[in-house]
T-cell receptor
Framework: ETGVTQTPRHLVMGMTNKKSLKCEQHLGHNAMYWYKQSAKKPLELMFVYSLEERVENNSVPSRFSPECPNSSHLFLHLHTLQPEDSALYLC???????????FGPGTRLTVL | QKEVEQNSGPLSVPEGAIASLNCTYSDRGSQSFFWYRQYSGKSPELIMFIYSNGDKEDGRFTAQLNKASQYVSLLIRDSQPSDSATYLCAVSPWSGGGSEKLVFGKGTKLTVNP
């Protein structure tokens, strides 16, 4: 595996389900990110994990819960989602600041 | 509220022409600036970054930064149909730490006509 991988690539879930998205980076980076991409809206940063900090976007609902067990793996746990949470969820990684982030292929989530 | 503004387009240019994509940002403390290309149904791909005022060239791509005017642009020379994509401008209002908290614009859709 190379770059940033995400599983699953597609997910359909009901509002009462619990599921998790997984991200793995093979680049040796020290920071990982979750983004949400909805139609007609800019990419929205949800969570950041780095060696020094965990940063949350205060507007992200508590039904989204991140977990970062090590510098290579990142999870996004989902529970009791709403239909408006349907979007493309992207994981990214970077090495320090100023050098740009590298994105995984994304998980297309549909909440029924 | 830190904002990044882009003309949503679509911007249509003929093959071989120069495509010019523009971006303005609101945070004067922004330190680094990125251009991403996103093909339909795919994830964003980093194509250029620039930190200092002036021009930075990489192949057919040139990024231009003017911090006084809070303006960054991307020029694509000799545009090809394969350049047809949405181009995202991202700005990093770096405030310390080892991570980047990028703020993205909505993107400009570019179509290059054969």
């Amino acid at each position: 595996e190379t770059g940033v991988t995400q599983t699953p690539r597609h997910l359909v879930m009901g509002m009462t389900n619990k599921k998790s998205l997984k991200c793995e980076q093979h680049l040796g980076h020290n920071a990982m990110y979750w983004y949400k991409q909805s139609a007609k809206k800019p990419l929205e940063l949800m969570f950041v994990y780095s060696l020094e900090e965990r940063v949350e976007n205060n507007s992200v609902p508590s039904r989204f819960s991140p977990e970062c067990p090590n510098s290579s793996h990142l999870f996004l746990h989902l529970h009791t989602l709403q239909p408006e949470d349907s979007a493309l969820y992207l994981c990214a990684s970077s090495q320090d600041h100023l050098v740009g982030q590298y994105f995984g292929p994304g998980t297309r989530l549909t909440v029924l | 509220q830190k904002e990044v503004e882009q003309n949503s387009g679509p911007l249509s240019v003929p093959e071989g022409a120069i495509a010019s994509l523009n971006c303005t940002y609101s945070d004067r403390g922004s330190q680094s600036f990125f251009w991403y290309r996103q093909y339909s149904g795919k994830s964003p791909e980093l194509i250029m970054f620039i930190y200092s005022n002036g021009d930075k060239e990489d192949g057919r791509f040139t990024a231009q930064l003017n911090k006084a005017s809070q303006y960054v642009s991307l020029l694509i020379r000799d545009s090809q149909p394969s350049d047809s994509a949405t181009y995202l401008c991202a700005v990093s209002p770096w405030s310390g730490g080892g991570s980047e908290k990028l703020v993205f614009g909505k993107g400009t859709k570019l179509t290059v006509n054969p």
